[in-house]
């Protein structure tokens, strides 16, 4: 069942957090609405223009919508991730997402507020939710790759104008996470300071945390173990850090990396193991599983499981 973020958020906040989860493939898909529906908890599923230019848009939005008809039970919304004006123009034009992101945020403050309020005016014509972004966060993913250097938390004091500025109904803020896999490179985890006075002038409004991933350093291993060369100072967000946000306002919690990092796991074990075969159907099998069980993990630790029922 397909529902507005603007309900989920109403019905999260302070309480639980709903997991945000990038897909790119069949296999996500249909495993993303396995998850879903077992732990009974609402998801957000999100398509970024990188998504969106692999599979073609059309394609992409079919297989959500054909997953959605197999599990009817699942909770569900759309959502257009670090959207650009000509992707969330064509999003709204052709329909079928409940959410846009502008990532306005690497753009000064006006013309953040400019951009951004542009893309509600529109969106909201259509009841679509618009999700900004203040603050620059580092790190490297899909098209987006900005230096830890030119990363910045985002400013408290500039919250409340560029909320009511613009109208957007949620925000992204930059507290100490990081896109990709090399998250906290010499740094200290998730700023409560910040989280703390955003909430306090913005009580009740939605925040968003990207780059949620906790990128587990036994699955970094294991992909070593079998032919990776990813760094072992990779580093995600702790979870109990993810987990003690949602009482600061976070709703909305984005996932990508670590879903890749246990594709790349799972394809590089059985093909180390089984190097007689060439059957894409067996490790996709086995990445559906693993994935299912993955975000059956998270939505309990982000206390969402048995959630979906309060949306019936
Ligand atoms: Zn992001």
Redesign the pocket.
């Known amino acids: 069942m397909l529902v507005s973020p603007k309900l989920m958020f109403e019905n999260c906040y302070g309480k639980y957090g709903i997991a945000a989860v990038n897909v790119f493939t069949m296999e996500q898909v249909l495993a993303l609405f396995r998850a879903g529906e077992k732990a009974s908890a609402p998801f957000i599923v999100q398509l ?1 223009p990188k998504a969106r230019n692999y599979a073609s848009p059309g394609m992409v939005l079919a297989m959500v919508n054909a997953a959605a008809d197999l599990y009817k039970d699942a909770v569900f919304a759309i959502h257009l ?2 959207g650009d004006e000509s992707h969330i123009k064509d999003a709204l034009d052709s329909g079928g997402y409940q959410s846009v ?1 502008i ?1 306005a945020s690497h753009d000064d403050f006006a013309n953040n507020v400019k951009r951004t309020k542009r893309i509600v005016q529109n969106a909201h014509e259509l009841n679509v939710c618009v999700e900004a ?1 203040l603050g620059v ?1 580092g790190g490297v ?1 899909d098209d ?1 790759s900005i230096e830890e250097k030119y990363a910045k938390y985002t400013n408290p004091d500039e919250v409340e104008r560029f909320v009511s500025e613009t109208q957007c109904d949620s925000l ?1 803020v930059a507290v100490g996470t990081s ?1 990709g896999a090399y998250k906290f490179s010499g740094n200290q985890g998730l700023q409560f300071d910040i989280l703390s006075e955003i909430q306090d002038r913005l009580p009740g409004f939605p925040i968003v945390l ?2 949620g991933s906790a990128v587990n350093l036994q699955e970094i291993k294991r992909i070593n173990n079998s032919g990776g060369i990813l760094g072992e100072d990779a580093s995600g967000v702790d979870p109990d850090e993810v987990v003690k946000s949602i009482g600061y306002g976070v709703v909305k919690i ?1 996932i ?1 990396t670590d879903t890749r990092l246990l594709w790349t796991r799972v394809h590089r074990e059985f093909f180390r193991d089984s190097p007689d075969l060439f059957d894409p159907v067996i490790p996709g099998s086995e990445y559906m599983d693993a994935y299912e069980e993955f975000m059956v993990h998270k939505f309990n630790m982000f206390k969402a499981n048995g959630k979906a029922k309060n949306f019936n």
């Open positions: 970024t991730d670090h992101m990532d972004e966060l993913e987006i992204a896109h990207h780059g984005n990508a």
